[in-house]
């Protein structure tokens, strides 16, 4: 999977449901600081991280990091 695109996507995604980053920190029990940095790009999401990430969100793995 392309890391920036799917930073682009996770931060897309966030925006689209309304959600802080704050928020989804809470929701995915990642810090604030990890949510920021892989939205960024300055930090590569693992497969379990962005498993999180995708279930906060409401979405299939696929749907975030658009494979398919």
Same mark, same amino acid.
Request: hydrophobic residues 45%; aromatic residues 2%; charged residues 30%.
């Given at each position: 999977?392309? =890391? =920036?695109?799917? $930073?682009?996507? @996770?931060?897309?995604?966030?925006? %689209?449901?309304? #959600?802080? !980053? #704050? !928020? %989804? /920190?809470?929701?995915? $029990? %990642? =810090? @604030?600081?990890?949510?920021? &940095? @892989? &939205?960024?790009? $300055?930090?590569? /999401?693992?497969? !379990?991280?962005? &498993? ?7 979405? =299939?793995?696929?749907? %975030?990091?658009? &494979?398919?």
């Amino acid at each position: 999977m392309e =890391s =920036s695109r799917v $930073n682009k996507r @996770i931060r897309a995604f966030r925006k %689209l449901r309304g #959600l802080t !980053q #704050l !928020q %989804l /920190a809470e929701m995915t $029990n %990642l =810090s @604030i600081t990890i949510i920021g &940095e @892989i &939205e960024r790009g $300055n930090r590569a /999401a693992d497969d !379990q991280v962005v &498993e999180r990430i995708a279930y906060a969100l409401r979405i =299939s793995v696929i749907e %975030l990091v658009g &494979e398919g």
